[in-house]
């Protein structure tokens, strides 16, 4: 056989037969080879997720592999290699259909950008995913869960599409800000979606990501049972915009450079502990909101370098212990319509204004178990030495509500005059003052 192969060969090359008739011996399964060796690493990598058994781990080698991709059933999707899973700029880069899928160190980016559709980096419908150690860039959403429970997104570094446009300091502009311009800021918000949205499920863990640059850091809505845990949010619209979801637990994570710390509404049963909601200034200019808030326990944080620290708006029976609430433009605002809150054993020191109210709030404790409150300028005589003051403190609100009509009377803020009369204040209790009194203030910090 061989020899005749090679007699025509030599014969098709002499001339005597055209080179066209030449047969070569191919192998039975070339159009599977050369149909492999044309498909694109995406097509490639779409291919080995449709036939990955249930419960695989697939290893993604370094490269580039076109999308969208759908993990349609439990399987692992690794990478050691930071591997890219790009877009096309519609739809989902990814989208998790299946419970108990892990997708784990790749850089994800460029999804669509229809806000209507909630295109996503990530978009999770099934139970338990495991999203970590992710890089998503140049996406709507970065990670949106949709009605998928018991999700843990760990370690992931999520960048939005812009950042927010240069915003005035409010401070240096009196707080000459109506209502609507304080829950407002300009935002292109038609290219920027939320770093985390997790919508309508429980039970989730999300812990050490690296948020920036997007609308909201993250977005939770009727979401319960969940940790949020040494996230890092900044600069960002509000870095936790939160409603209608209870029994949660924040701790030790960072709100900072936002045009919003934190807005949490509608919501009860919340533990925050050990957060920092720091230097959050802009038309939005709150370190921490409570709006419609109860029986919500806020211990150990540090809220510090904002234009309002703490402001509750129609929430009571929250507890506010240990907190260092500092440098603020205003330290804490109250509004009439909280009620039945609890201060101890908090430090409030530094800001221009501690209090501001608009309404006696006559009902709100600030000294609980006998523990009151660090005030900057109180009246420290302790004869006992038991660490509780033998005087009360009363902490005058000065032009309060005057300073939102008349601008120009924040011109006034820290100057002796105004200083003169809160030192007048907090020893003789001057008619007519509105403030706060705390029957049991701390002698010196760290009591208890």
Excluded at 63 to 68: D, K, Q, S
Excluded at 128 to 136: C, L
Excluded at 240 to 256: I, R, V, W
Excluded at 378 to 400: R, S, T
Aim: aromatic letters at 6%.
């Amino acid at each position: 056989m061989l020899r005749r192969a090679a007699i025509t060969a030599a014969m098709a090359i002499a001339g005597t037969i055209p080179a066209r008739a030449v047969a070569t011996p191919t192998p039975a399964n070339a159009s599977r080879i050369d149909a492999h060796r044309s498909a694109n690493p995406g097509d490639q990598l779409r291919g080995r997720i449709a036939a990955a058994e249930p419960g695989a781990e697939l290893e993604v080698p370094a490269g580039v592999y076109e999308g969208p991709f759908i993990l349609d059933r439990p399987i692992r999707l690794i990478t050691d290699a930071s591997a890219t899973l790009a877009g096309t700029g519609r739809g989902h880069v990814v989208e998790i259909r299946a419970p108990d899928v892990e997708l784990a160190g790749f850089v994800i980016r460029r999804s669509g950008s229809n806000l209507s559709t909630d295109d996503a980096g990530v978009h999770v419908t099934g139970a338990r995913a495991i999203i970590r150690d992710n890089t998503i860039v140049d996406t709507l959403h970065g990670i949106y869960v949709r009605r998928a429970p018991g999700c843990r997104i760990t370690g992931n570094v999520i960048r939005g599409r812009a950042a927010a446009v240069a915003i005035p300091d409010p401070v240096a502009a009196g707080l000459q800000l109506s209502a609507a311009e304080m829950c407002s800021v300009e935002l292109e918000q038609n290219q920027r979606g939320n770093g985390i949205h997790v919508w309508n499920s429980s039970g989730h863990l999300i812990a050490n990501n690296d948020i920036r640059g997007t609308r909201d850091g993250i977005y939770f809505s009727f979401c319960d049972q969940t940790i949020v845990r040494r996230n890092v949010i900044q600069d960002v619209r509000y870095g936790l915009h939160y409603m209608y979801s209870d029994d949660n637990l924040f701790e030790e994570n960072l709100f900072t450079r936002n045009a919003a710390g934190s807005a949490l509404m509608y919501s009860t049963d919340i533990t925050l502990r050990r957060n920092r909601f720091v230097a959050n200034r802009s038309h939005r200019a709150y370190g921490l909101l409570l709006h419609t808030v109860e029986r919500t326990r806020i211990e150990d944080n540090t809220i510090e370098g904002n234009t309002i620290g703490i402001f509750l708006e129609n929430s009571s029976d929250n507890t506010f212990l240990r907190n260092t609430i500092a440098a603020n433009y205003i330290g804490l605002r109250l509004s009439a319509s909280s009620e039945a809150n609890r201060f101890s054993a908090n430090r409030l020191h530094t800001n221009v204004h501690a209090i501001e109210t608009s309404g006696r709030g006559g009902t709100n404790r600030w000294s609980v178990d006998g523990v009151g409150n660090d005030w900057e300028g109180a009246l420290k005589l302790d004869l006992n030495q038991d660490g509780i003051a033998d005087v009360p403190h009363y902490e005058a609100d000065l032009f309060g509500r005057w300073r939102r009509e008349f601008p120009e009377i924040g011109l006034l803020s820290g100057s002796p005059g105004e200083r003169a009369i809160g030192f007048l204040h907090t020893r003789l209790h001057l008619p007519g003052v509105p403030g706060v009194t705390d029957e049991r203030p701390l002698a010196r910090s760290g009591v208890p």
